[in-house]
């Protein structure tokens, strides 16, 4: 399919070089406010251009954003195809993220410009996003391809959260690794793949968690359901996607009503996190207060905000969300995400000292564990297809037994 925003033109150098900077500032602006926030001006202005310019280019706003998701997507596809070409799945994946970093590595550098983050791929519409998804889903086929062929339906089940883990892992990554020094990264990635490689757990480690009880995390008629409404939406179509419209019609009031509950969208969003910043917290303390080594509390919390999650009682939001948010109040919430991140971590370094978790760097596990927390909403379709006890156990063991340990083939 040739994508409506191809050009005649377009084979020349210098339409080239003057598309590919257009792109660039496209992707910044969307990473900065969302596909449904950027506007020609603002591209123009970052590339030293008018408005009518940047739409000799691209014709229409919404060119422009699938041009940069397509951009994106293709890159994506790129690394996994030349990770393809490597003998065995731990070597593909080694390769993937040593790509990636490699990738971040020069963005740090300043010799490559960032990609547009797929947060808002959803919130398009009609044929872009047709043309879109379909990119997607065989971004993911490819990914899903880095553990071989899958003759039984278990091993495409295990495959499958094994791909969404990964590609969640490397959207996430560039949110957290801006606190280590560029000469630093090369270690990052060392101790990124060797969870990867071998996870959390020891040897002897046991799949028995309990699911704890934060029954009042359910949700309650009024206020409340406007909460989950949206958390479903803005997880699904994004910040800008979901608007108040569709909240409303999703609960079938009107937006009057929705203003009765909420003084405006963005507090509607911060809302949503914090409600859900309080249940993984919830999660943590009950764990910590509970019995058993670490490994337990810790497998304790992620099954169950995982079953949260695949449930769909109260899912979490998704960071997705916070480009959508004025800089200040996003930068608030990735503060709170890094204190529950922390608040891992610890858990992590005291189950080291007990021996009951593997020798891993706690700090970047803990942002792999809020990798799959946050973005396993994603996969309820997945879950709903078995048993939610084996689902959680395959999607945690991800992180939590490594992605070449296949002990959750049989649980």
């Given at each position: 399919m040739t994508p409506a925003f191809a050009d005649k033109d377009q084979g020349t150098a210098r339409f080239q070089a003057k598309r590919e900077a257009i792109l660039s500032a496209a992707a910044a602006v969307i990473n900065e406010q969302s596909a449904k926030g950027m506007t020609f001006a603002d591209v123009a202005r970052r590339v030293g251009l008018n408005t009518t310019s940047v739409t000799y280019y691209f014709q229409r706003k919404e060119d422009l954003a699938t041009a940069c998701f397509s951009n994106t997507l293709d890159y994506l596809q790129n690394m996994l195809s030349e990770a393809g070409g490597e003998s065995t799945p731990e070597a593909r994946v080694a390769k993937v993220v040593s790509l990636n970093m490699a990738r971040l590595a020069r963005i740090e550098a300043g010799e490559e410009s960032e990609f547009a983050l797929l947060s808002d791929l959803r919130a398009t519409d009609g044929k872009a996003k047709a043309f879109l998804m379909g990119k997607w889903r065989e971004t993911f086929r490819m990914t899903r391809a880095l553990w071989g062929e899958n003759p039984s339906?278990?091993?495409?089940?295990?495959?499958?959260?094994?791909?969404?883990?990964?590609?969640?892992?490397?959207?996430?990554?560039?949110?957290?690794?801006?606190?280590?020094?560029?000469?630093?990264?090369?270690?990052?990635?060392?101790?990124?793949?060797?969870?990867?490689?071998?996870?959390?757990?020891?040897?002897?480690?046991?799949?028995?968690?309990?699911?704890?009880?934060?029954?009042?995390?359910?949700?309650?008629?009024?206020?409340?359901?406007?909460?989950?409404?949206?958390?479903?939406?803005?997880?699904?179509?994004g910040y800008r996607g979901a608007s108040v419209q569709r909240i409303a019609s999703e609960l079938k009031v009107t937006k009057g009503s929705f203003y009765h509950h909420l003084d405006a969208k963005d507090d509607l969003v911060l809302q949503c996190y914090r409600r859900s910043f309080e249940a993984i917290t919830t999660a943590q303390r009950e764990a910590d207060s509970g019995e058993g080594s670490y490994w337990h509390r810790l497998s304790s919390t992620m099954a169950t905000l995982l079953d949260m999650q695949f449930s769909e009682r109260m899912p979490l939001l998704r960071t997705t969300a916070l480009h959508g948010l004025p800089g200040e109040v996003r930068l608030e919430m990735l503060d709170e995400s890094n204190r529950i991140a922390r608040r891992y971590a610890g858990t992590i370094s005291d189950g080291i000292a007990e021996g009951s978790i593997r020798a891993v760097d706690p700090l970047v596990a803990s942002q792999m564990l809020m990798a799959i927390q946050n973005a396993a909403f994603d996969m309820h379709k997945w879950a709903s297809t078995m048993p939610r006890e084996r689902a959680i156990a395959m999607y945690a063991s991800t992180i939590l037994f490594g992605m070449f340990d296949d002990r959750m083939l049989d649980a």
């Open positions: 339906r278990a091993e495409k089940d295990l495959a499958s959260a094994r791909a969404h883990v990964l590609l969640e892992n490397l959207f996430w990554t560039p949110a957290w690794l801006r606190r280590y020094a560029a000469d630093q990264y090369d270690r990052v990635e060392a101790r990124f793949m060797e969870i990867f490689r071998n996870g959390l757990a020891p040897a002897d480690a046991q799949w028995q968690p309990e699911l704890l009880q934060i029954a009042h995390w359910e949700p309650q008629p009024g206020r409340e359901s406007f909460l989950l409404a949206a958390t479903r939406l803005i997880n699904e179509l």
